[in-house]
């Protein structure tokens, strides 16, 4: 029984100008109060808007501290949300708003979805009809592919869809923990905080330099006594040869009188 591959309908070539897909995202750098409590607040935000946190990493005391979170908020509450989390900041140091028209890629994963299905549609149809186990196994074979087909593309397009129902909301975080001294930002503490962190980082890899050196040594030193041991064979075995030889050589001369 041979198998006709299904014909694929034909794409849409086109889409109409009031039904663009477009996939958003913002960032903000913002200078807030306290990072930790400033970030809970925006959490809350895109969670009344009905949208929710994404990622979210949170550094640092009261003193000094910086963070970054992304939430993601419905499209159409997306300038709402924005308003408010731009409310929390002391001061908006850059802010950022990115759109890409994705009308074509979603209208073309929307229409392979269709075909995918309609193949799938026309093998069930064949395989009722299928009257050797051979033509079962076959069309058996060529359903469980296009099955796997019709998922990769449906989590694509539901990917898709998710990226453009919502819009993506990057927030960088930083306290305003800073002196101005001679027209520069100086931050004494924070920069004492590092040297610390710097010095300790460095002991703890010269403590664990030492403790490896150590755990090494004994292979060391058998390696050493390895190669001292195979050069004094080397060396006691070519006089030997040196002497067998250079000897025979030495009592086959004849001596002259």
Do not use: H
Not at 74 to 100: Q, T, V, Y
Not at 168 to 178: D, F, G, N, S, W
Not at 199 to 220: C, E, H, K, M, V
């Amino acid at each position: 029984m041979a198998i006709a591959a299904p014909v694929a309908e034909p794409q849409e070539s086109g889409t109409n100008d009031t039904d663009r897909k477009v996939v958003r995202a913002c960032s903000l750098d913002l200078i807030v109060q306290k990072t930790g409590e400033t970030a809970e607040k925006i959490r809350g935000v895109a969670e009344r808007m009905g949208g929710f946190l994404v990622s979210s990493e949170v550094r640092g005391d009261e003193d000094v501290s910086g963070g970054t979170l992304t939430v993601r908020v419905p499209a159409a509450r997306f300038e709402e949300a924005r308003a408010e989390i731009r409310k929390l900041a002391l001061k908006i140091e850059n802010e950022k708003i990115d759109a890409e028209d994705v009308t074509r890629q979603y209208v073309d994963e929307g229409a392979n979805l269709r075909n995918l299905k309609a193949e799938e549609t026309q093998y069930l149809s064949i395989l009722k009809q299928a009257k050797t186990v051979k033509d079962t196994l076959e069309v058996s074979e060529k359903l469980s592919d296009i099955r796997g087909r019709i998922e990769q593309q449906q989590a694509e397009l539901e990917t898709l869809s998710k990226q453009i129902e919502t819009v993506a909301i990057t927030v960088t975080l930083r306290t305003q923990a800073e002196a101005r001294v001679m027209g520069l930002n100086w931050r004494p503490l924070f920069q004492l905080k590092l040297g610390l962190r710097d010095g300790l980082d460095g002991l703890a890899n010269y403590a664990s330099a030492i403790i490896a050196f150590l755990f090494f040594l004994p292979t060391i030193l058998l390696w050493l006594a390895t190669v001292v041991t195979g050069c004094a064979l080397t060396w006691k075995l070519l006089r030997w040869v040196a002497g067998r030889w250079f000897g025979w050589k030495r009592a086959a001369v004849p001596m002259q009188s």
